[in-house]
């Protein structure tokens, strides 16, 4: 077991552990930390706990120290020269005659190194541009190529249920979104009203997925024929957040609609939960 702290350097960025040594460090500290990009400023989101060895990524760094009023000017002075580099880069994109867009670019907090991230539909042969940016900046050069969501991510936006996009306000980590979850949660199929501001499938189609799993299991499938109150029938639909099943009932010559529980009451289940 080990004792860490979780650190984020971004809103919204992955959580990192670290060894708080001997430090006494609360939610919210700021603190400056060794990375393997290099010195870092970043804030304690999770205080000091007991995590196994499977849980993090040995050996475990340790923080450095607390940050201090000193740091975070440094780190304001970063994000100017960072705008700085981003307008310096764009030109030398152009002159390159490069296919590719600049997203972002970020300095880390000791200035040992630049990173630039971009996106484009292919890979991009930036050789001669970092040679360029290298002797213009005078230190390490890193480009990185990302996807959409991470783009989206790092600009941010407002989705279209209104709000400031989950991936950059409060998801640490993309998880995987399928189809499938849309088609599970009985929603339209059509792309413009499932897919987020980077063009993939809505991150928000994972929240629900679980409960409505978990709940489709007790329901039988569509097309099972089942015995009701009514007689037997084929289901014809399900209300799955509501537990109903709509039954196309043979002598009713009618759908009609029961709840789960009612079937279970009256001893009509689904043939399907009694296997």
């Known amino acids: 077991m080990h004792h860490v702290v979780g650190v984020r350097f971004k809103k919204a960025g992955k959580i990192y552990y670290f060894s708080p040594g001997e430090?006494?460090?609360?939610?919210?500290?700021?603190?400056?930390?060794?990375?393997?990009?290099?010195?870092?400023?970043?804030?304690?989101?999770?205080?000091?706990?007991?995590?196994?060895?499977?849980?993090v990524v040995l050996p475990l760094k340790q923080v450095i120290r607390i940050a201090e009023t000193k740091d975070k000017v440094i780190v304001e002075e970063n994000k100017q020269a960072a705008k700085d580099a981003f307008g310096l880069c764009i030109e030398k994109i152009n002159e390159h005659n490069l296919d590719m867009k600049l997203v972002?670019?970020?300095?880390?907090?000791?200035?040992?190194?630049v990173l630039f991230y971009f996106t484009a539909d292919g890979r991009i042969d930036f050789r001669e541009l970092v040679k360029d940016l290298a002797a213009i900046f005078r230190t390490r050069i890193e480009l990185r190529q990302i996807?959409?969501?991470?783009?989206?991510?790092m600009l941010g936006g407002i989705g279209p249920c209104g709000r400031i996009l989950c991936c950059s306000s409060f998801l640490g980590d993309f998880e995987p979104v399928s189809i499938k979850m849309a088609k599970?949660?009985?929603?339209?199929?059509?792309p413009a009203k499932i897919s987020g501001?980077?063009?993939?499938?809505?991150?928000?189609?994972?929240?629900?997925?679980?409960?409505?799993?978990?709940?489709?299991q007790a329901l039988p499938d569509i097309g099972k024929e089942i015995?009701?109150?009514?007689?037997?029938?084929?289901?014809?639909?399900?209300?799955?957040?509501?537990?109903?099943?709509?039954?196309?009932?043979?002598?009713?010559?009618?759908?009609?609609?029961?709840?789960?529980?009612?079937?279970?009451?009256?001893?009509?289940v689904p043939t399907q939960t009694t296997e």
Not at 43 to 49: F, H, Y
Not at 236 to 259: C, H, K
Request: hydrophobic share 35%; with cysteine; proline share 2%.
């Open 227 to 268: 015995a009701t109150p009514d007689g037997r029938g084929r289901v014809v639909g399900l209300n799955i957040l509501e537990s109903l099943v709509q039954v196309d009932v043979f002598e009713q010559e009618r759908v009609l609609e029961y709840s789960l529980q009612e079937l279970i009451d009256k001893g009509a």
């Open 23 to 55: 430090l006494e460090l609360p939610k919210g500290e700021w603190v400056i930390v060794e990375t393997s990009r290099g010195i870092e400023y970043g804030k304690v989101v999770i205080e000091k706990k007991e995590v196994s060895d499977q849980d």
């Open 184 to 190: 599970d949660q009985n929603l339209s199929l059509n």
């Open 104 to 113: 972002d670019v970020e300095y880390t907090f000791d200035r040992n190194k």
């Open 197 to 216: 501001l980077c063009g993939r499938l809505m991150c928000c189609l994972k929240y629900e997925n679980d409960h409505y799993e978990s709940a489709k």
């Open 147 to 153: 996807g959409v969501r991470d783009e989206a991510k």
